[in-house]
Structures are given as C-alpha cells and as structure tokens.
C-alpha cells in the first residue's frame, strides 16, 4: 500500500482497472463513498454531474481514486475488504484547498487572546482591553487580534488611547492586516525601544516630534521585538492546539492547506501529532524568508528543509514578503498613497529579491511572494519573465494582488504565474469609502477600483487558487467559496463589494480545489477522476446549485483525506 507520504509528494499510484473494458476483475475498493451526485472538476471527462451522465459513487484504493460512476456501477465494486459510506442526496466534490493559511502560528497565538474583530471604535477597544486586563495578573501580558484600521481614519494609531486600559502591563494590539502592532508603553520598555531605527527596509518604529516611541510598529522586523518577549505555550498543549484546529478545519470540507510560514518549533509539533495519530488535513509547509537574513545561511537552510515530511505534511516551497500591506502604508505603489507613503519594498536592494527568485528557480524549489501593491506584483512578475528558459520548470506564485493596473492582468497567465486570493479580504472595504484601504489609495481612484481583480484574472487564463489567511479572518472553507460567488460578508448584512469581480460557482469550486494543486505544480490532483489523491469533501448542499449564503452554513457529512475518512458528521 501506498503511504500517505508518498501520495503528498506526487508518487501516485496506477488506477486500479478491470470494471469494464472487457476485463473480467472485479475493481477493488477499499472505500466507496455514494451520494447524490459528484462534481468532478473535469467538464471534458465524459463522467460529470455537470457535463454529463450523472455520477454519484466514488471508489478509492490505497488512498488513489480508481472510479467514478453510478450506484448501479458501485454494486459490482468489491468492498468486502473495505467499507461502503452513503451519504443519501449528499454532493461529492473534490476535498477543499485553502491556498494561504497559517494554522499553526495561529492555533498557538490566538489561544486564550482578546479578539478586537467587530470593535467599531477606540473607546470601545479600550474597554475591551480593561475588562480583559482585570483577570490578568500585574505582569500579565495582554494580546489583542484583529484590531480594526478604520476607527484611526483622519487619526494617528499610537498607544496612548490605551495605556491607561493596559494598567502598565506588557502587551500589543495586532492591527487587522497581521502586518502591524500598537505596543503597550511597558512592552516597549521591555524591548528596549526608545526611538526610531533603521531597518534596511520598509519597517519602521513610529515616533512623535520628539523622537519618543508612539508605540506603533510597522512590519515583522518592528513588530517582533515585541512580539517575540511573549512566552510560547508549553509544548504539549501547543500540539493539542494545533491538532484540534485542523480538525476544525477539515469540518468545514478542508483537506489540504498551504501554510506559508513555519516558526520554530513547528516540524516538532507536526511529528508529534503523528506519533499518537494523524493530521485530519494535509499541510504544505513553505519557510518563510525574510529581507533581513543572512542570504547565504538562509539559502542553505531552506534548501536543507526542502522535502521534509511525515505521512500527512511536508515542507515544500519558499515564502517572500516583497512588502507590506496598503492599511499600513507599506505596500509597494507605483504612486504614494494619501499620507505619502508605499514608494518602498520590503525587499531592499530589490535586486536581491530578484537573484534569491534565480536561484532557488535553478534549483527547482517553488516560491510564493506577498505583493499587495501594484508595484509590488508588477516586480514579482518581472522577475519571474527574466528567468532563463532552463529555470522555468516551476511555478511561482503571487499572494494576496490586491491591486493591479489592467496591463498585468494578463501577465500571470502569459508566465504561468498563479494569483493566490483571499475574497474576504475585499470586505475592508466599507460602502462608505471610510475605510483605510479606501482612504490610502485613495476614494474613486482607479486603483482603489482595481480591486481584488478574481474574476479578471481568471477570465484571462490565470490560475487562481482561494484561501483565507486565517487567522488574519475567518477559514471556513464553505465562506471562502461564498465570498467569491457572492462578494459578501456572511451573516454582515451589508452590500456586495466588486460584484463584477464575482466568479461562477463552476470557477470558486475550481479555484478551491484543482487550482490549488495546480499552483503547487500538482495539476494532476484536485479532482475527481481516476488517478487522482482521493481527497474529497461532501456537503449537504450542492455548491454549483444552492444560494451561495445558504451553502456557506451547508452540513460537512465527510472529508476523505487519502482515502481515510477525516471527518464524519455525528448527525
């Protein structure tokens, strides 16, 4: 039998034949699942729900799918040694793909954290801060997530609105876009920050006229002199944490999920989970490496790193930040932004960026780099066209493309480069153009129009592949696929945001599944059809059918992950 291990790095093993074709061996299954139709993602097979004669049985052999066909076709499979699910009216899709997520870092930094999401002012939020600071202890350090951008529009975001709410205890807000921080006075003592340095890049310690810290941080090289003074959690409860979250995960119709980071201690706890049982998804670990690190040293160790695994994760692939996010003013532009900022990259000398892109291209390791501003994409997407024709054999990704001019549009299908998207993302934006997404770029400027462009880019041949960016929002995969057909916040009750960047529930089902595999240079997978990893979801609604809000609360009934069955509704 073929391990699970094998199946995530590529090895897949023959269909297994002889129902039909004249043979007279009886197929073998070890599950078949059944239900009231399958949706394949292969319209040009001749068996598809949609385009064609319907199909409502999957059969699957050493984690493998070796059919797909009716129920009828499914009583001459031989399941003797196997078990037979029958999910009744259920729709059978391939398993969901989050294509941008951070599972690990986030089950262990959200533990027992204040959550800010929903705060619609600074008053607020300091009252949120006190009543959390009142069960904490004089020393305590006080977290808080999610804290909204747009109560400081007109505003400065400093910590003085809540210094007096910390009660002289160490902490730190994290601002929406998980790229800055509001520092409480005593974290900045115990950092030792007292004013400004210079970073060699875009990240920056915010001072007043006095050169006094605001206890504002802008970027990871700012930001982690605070952040990393708060203890990590014990090691066994960091696996626990890690473990159960992928399960919630794989209740939404998840089976594989792209973490683009990987902290210390992450492989540990990867192994550890494995050693008493398995991961309920799959997860795709890609370094991250950052501007300032040593270049020679890094690129040894991310190219050690490449191909470490166990049965249901490994390492694979490299991740950049090539700048910042618009809210903070450190995406890179090609024209400032309403307070003069995002004319830096992260990245500096950017040649550098270029180079590292050379290299590990030469060397066959994937890449995946943060762009947000048009700048930002517009470099990625030089630097990956200068490639040499023998350094193209992989792919390199674009995260996030939250801006982009009309004349890149069709650059990423014309270089094989994938979009990776979050549609939720485009719900910063406020209908009152208050937002400071808005206000950066700029009210009713062509930029702030060309917007989380999903639906161009994949109308011009791009692959764009969805994710979350949990736990910067929320993950659930059933409204992750909604925020893409309907451009809606679930359960927000507030106006559609880009209609026209909406896409079909054909193309957020394949953006959601096959694409993703596809930007992993997988295109084989993400499907259901013979041959393919037998990772599938199935739901109690149709998501090519039903009203994209009422798919996004739609029953899981299972998640088969490698043939294993991942997650099985009690109800």
């Not at 699970?4 to 090895?11: R, V």
Request: aromatic share 6%.
């Amino acid at each position: 039998m073929m391990s699970e291990a094998q199946i995530s790095s590529g090895a897949i093993a023959a269909p297994v034949t002889g129902s039909g074709s004249g043979s007279t061996t009886q197929l073998r299954a070890d599950l078949v699942v059944l239900g009231g139709r399958v949706h394949t993602g292969a319209p040009a097979e001749p068996l598809s729900s949609v385009n064609g004669p319907r199909a409502d049985a999957v059969a699957i052999t050493d984690g493998v799918i070796v059919a797909v066909g009716s129920r009828a076709d499914a009583t001459a499979w031989d399941v003797a040694a196997g078990e037979t699910i029958d999910l009744g009216d259920a729709t059978i899709t391939a398993g969901f793909v989050d294509a941008h997520v951070h599972p690990l870092s986030g089950a262990e930094s959200r533990h027992e954290a204040l959550m800010l999401h929903g705060c619609t002012s600074i008053a607020e939020v300091a009252d949120r801060i006190a009543e959390f600071a009142a069960s904490c202890g004089e020393d305590e350090w006080i977290r808080g997530f999610g804290l909204s951008f747009d109560m400081f529009v007109g505003g400065e975001l400093t910590n003085a609105p809540f210094a007096e709410a910390f009660g002289g205890r160490p902490g730190y807000l994290l601002l929406f876009d998980g790229h800055s921080v509001i520092a409480s006075p005593r974290a900045l003592e115990l950092a030792g920050i007292d004013g400004p340095r210079d970073f060699g890049n875009n990240a920056s310690i915010e001072v007043y006229e006095d050169g006094t810290p605001t206890g504002y941080l802008i970027e990871s090289d700012a930001e982690l002199l605070v952040t990393d003074l708060y203890p990590r959690m014990p090691f066994a409860e960091r696996v626990a944490a890690v473990r159960a979250k992928l399960a919630d995960f794989a209740a939404t119709g998840y089976t594989s999920l792209h973490q683009m980071n990987m902290e210390e201690g992450d492989i540990e706890v990867l192994r550890a989970i494995e050693e008493t049982g398995e991961l309920a998804t799959r997860v795709r670990v890609s370094p991250l490496w950052r501007a300032s690190d040593p270049w020679d040293e890094t690129l040894e160790r991310i190219v050690a790193l490449q191909g470490t695994g166990g049965r249901r994760w490994h390492v694979e692939g490299v991740k950049f930040m090539l700048d910042g996010s618009i809210d903070n003013g450190s995406a890179w532009l090609f024209e400032a932004d309403t307070r003069g900022g995002g004319l830096e990259p992260y990245w500096s000398p950017t040649e550098l960026f270029t180079r590292t892109i050379h290299t590990l291209s030469a060397r066959g390791i994937q890449t995946a780099t943060h762009a947000i501003g048009d700048r930002a994409v517009e470099f990625v997407l030089d630097a990956v066209a200068s490639l040499p024709a023998d350094a193209r054999g992989v792919t390199h990704r674009i995260e996030h493309v939250e801006t982009i001019p009309d004349h890149l549009v069709p650059r990423f299908a014309e270089l094989g480069v994938p979009a990776s998207m979050q549609p939720i993302h485009a719900f910063c934006k406020r209908p009152d153009g208050l937002d400071m997404w808005t206000t950066l770029l700029g009210a009713g400027s062509e930029r702030a129009h060309n917007a989380w462009r999903v639906a161009d880019l994949d109308n011009a041949g791009a692959i764009v592949a969805l994710g979350s960016d949990w736990p910067v929002e929320e993950f659930d995969a059933r409204r992750v696929f909604a925020a893409a057909v309907n451009r809606k916040r679930h359960g927000a009750g507030t106006p559609a945001v880009d209609e026209h960047q909406a896409l079909t529930p054909e193309r957020a089902l394949a953006a959601i599944t096959h694409n993703c595999w596809a930007a992993i240079d997988r295109p084989a997978d993400g499907f259901v059809r013979v041959g393919a990893v037998a990772d599938l979801a199935a739901f109690g609604l149709d998501p090519l059918t039903a009203d994209a809000a009422e798919f996004a609360e739609a029953p899981v009934l299972l998640t088969v992950l490698g043939g294993a069955v991942a997650h099985r509704a009690t109800t």
